[in-house]
């Protein structure tokens, strides 16, 4: 499979992808992605796109377990192709592991919503009728809280899942 498909970043991307929720996604759905052919390497590597339904649990079934225990059989071969060969889990582990780690770890994404939110809040609040989806000022907070929460949620289903 390596020879043809860039196995690395398709693990890396499932890897993040998994961590942080995203449901609109490949496992779920069928579209979201391309198959870039890389000349400098002649593989087929994973492009997505279309992410804004991340972070979250979801609709249509949710976001997938860390495990794929939820995994629709036969439908995804790639996702059960490369967490059913021992080699490729391990690596997919790492990847767990880096994400929440080195780039979701609960209380540097906090901070980062905290600091984004002061950013924008004033011209959130300002946002005309019929333009926003907030109702007033307390739902922007709320859906701040919402993310930070998140962010400490994953980092408990991830500890439970590596154990």
Known sequence: MEEV??????????????VIQNWDTYGRMTQN?????NPD??????IPWDNNEAL???KMGGSLELD???????????????YEDEV???KYDEYVLETIV????????QSTYENYASLIEE?????????????????FRSAISQLKQHAENRKVVVDNYLK
């Not at 992605?33 to 052919?37: D, E, F, G, V």
């Not at 080195?102 to 994404?109: I, K, L, P, Q, V």
């Open 41 to 46: 390497n002649g593989k087929l590597t994973w």
């Open 102 to 109: 080195e780039y979701f770890d609960a209380s540097t994404m």
């Open 88 to 90: 490729y889990r391990v």
């Open 123 to 139: 011209y959130v609040n300002d946002e005309i009728p019929g333009y926003t989806f907030l109702e007033n000022s307390s739902d």
């Open 56 to 58: 979250q649990e979801g």
């Open 33 to 37: 992605y391309y198959l870039y052919n």
């Open 68 to 82: 794929f225990s939820d995994l629709q059989s036969g439908r995804w071969p790639l996702i059960e192709h490369l």
């Open 5 to 18: 498909f860039n196995t690395d970043v398709f693990l890396k991307y499932l890897a993040v992808n998994t």
